[in-house]
């Protein structure tokens, strides 16, 4: 058997995505419902822009040797990523941002329904064995109440007593536990023993830091830049103040302060952040949680057809996007 890259296998696989999340969708009650159409007009909105539903399928694939099972899970991926991304942008204060004609209070429910109740119904499809719904509903508490605990502690983050383990912790709650959710999930579908699923949800949780780190390189790459626009204290950020000078170190902290309001100071900030120093050690950094996912990956072992594409996700978060600038 040839291996099917993963966005190989999502062309293949999205329309019965889209399929589970309508049979979700008809338990909200008939199109004309009104919770029902806010739901639908969220979800048309809030597309994901990288297909990383497929994570679970092959998790369950590489445990059983076939994707299908696995349908609703990607489907819970979905879902429970949309709501979590329009709740952070709602805390990081971008209420106003439009939500397919919704107003700020209909996107808010809309968004708990789609990240609470509509996985619950998924996980409650008769295509998923009963004896599975009590493990799988006990990962999306948990993966929720992490990444709720990860998101505060981000968003209470003080760059002056920051440092990259600071850092890593709430990235570990806020994007590694809900990918730990995800791959958990799909072991416990498989069948696999406690030990396998807990190796899978570490799995998934080295690679929710990987891909935090990412979304954080494409934050800057976009020119969007809400991290600095919204104080946010990333690893990269941290990553300059712990190495700087004591001179350097408080001309940081202050361009950070400035930068909410300032298109000057996240400039500046932005070419010191991008210093050739600070991103040898951010590529570093980044390379060694690669590896670790490559190797959680080696101890797994497991149906090695669909092995590469997972090592190729992993590979694909772990990307350095960001060059360096001269000062």
């Not at 019965?16 to 199109?31: N, V, Y």
């Not at 739901?39 to 445990?63: C, D, F, N, Q, Y």
């Not at 998934?204 to 830091?209: L, P, Q, R």
Request: proline residues 5%.
């Amino acid at each position: 058997m040839n291996s099917l890259s993963y966005v190989e296998l999502h062309e293949q696989v999205a329309p019965d995505i889209e399929a589970e999340i309508a049979a979700a969708l008809e338990r909200l009650g008939p199109p004309s419902s009104t919770l029902r159409n806010a739901v639908t007009r969220l979800l048309e909105h809030r597309k994901l822009k990288h297909p990383l539903s497929v994570l679970p399928m092959l998790v369950h694939a590489v445990e059983t040797g076939t994707t299908k099972p696995a349908v609703p899970l990607a489907a819970v991926h979905v879902l429970w990523w949309t709501s979590a991304c329009y709740l952070d942008d709602l805390a990081d204060g971008h209420g106003a941002i439009a939500a397919g004609g919704l107003d700020e209070n209909e996107a808010l429910l809309a968004s708990v329904i789609t990240g609470n109740t509509l996985p619950l119904h998924t996980i409650a499809s008769p295509r998923v064995p009963a004896s599975a719904h009590g493990a799988l509903i006990a990962e999306v508490m948990t993966g929720w109440n992490g990444a709720a605990e990860g998101q505060l502690a981000d968003m209470r983050g003080d760059i002056g007593s920051a440092t990259r383990r600071s850092v890593i912790t709430a990235y570990r709650m806020k994007s590694g536990g809900p990918f730990g959710m995800i791959t958990a999930m799909a072991a416990v579908l498989s069948g696999a023993p406690s030990e396998r699923i807990d190796q899978w949800r570490e799995f998934g949780c080295v690679f929710g830091i990987l891909w935090q780190l990412f979304n954080d390189q494409e934050d800057i790459l976009s020119g969007r830049d809400e991290d600095q626009l919204n104080g946010t204290v990333t690893y990269l950020l941290a990553s300059a103040v712990e190495d700087a000078s004591p001179a350097s170190r408080e001309r940081i902290l202050s361009l950070h302060s400035a930068s909410k309001t300032s298109h000057e100071a996240r400039a500046e900030l932005a070419s010191l952040l991008l210093a050739p120093a600070v991103l040898a050690r951010y590529r570093e950094d980044i390379t060694a949680y690669r590896d670790d996912a490559h190797c959680l990956l080696d101890k797994l072992g497991g149906d090695q057809d669909h092995v590469p594409a997972l090592r190729q996700l992993v590979d694909q978060a772990a990307q350095m996007l960001l060059e360096a600038r001269q000062a």
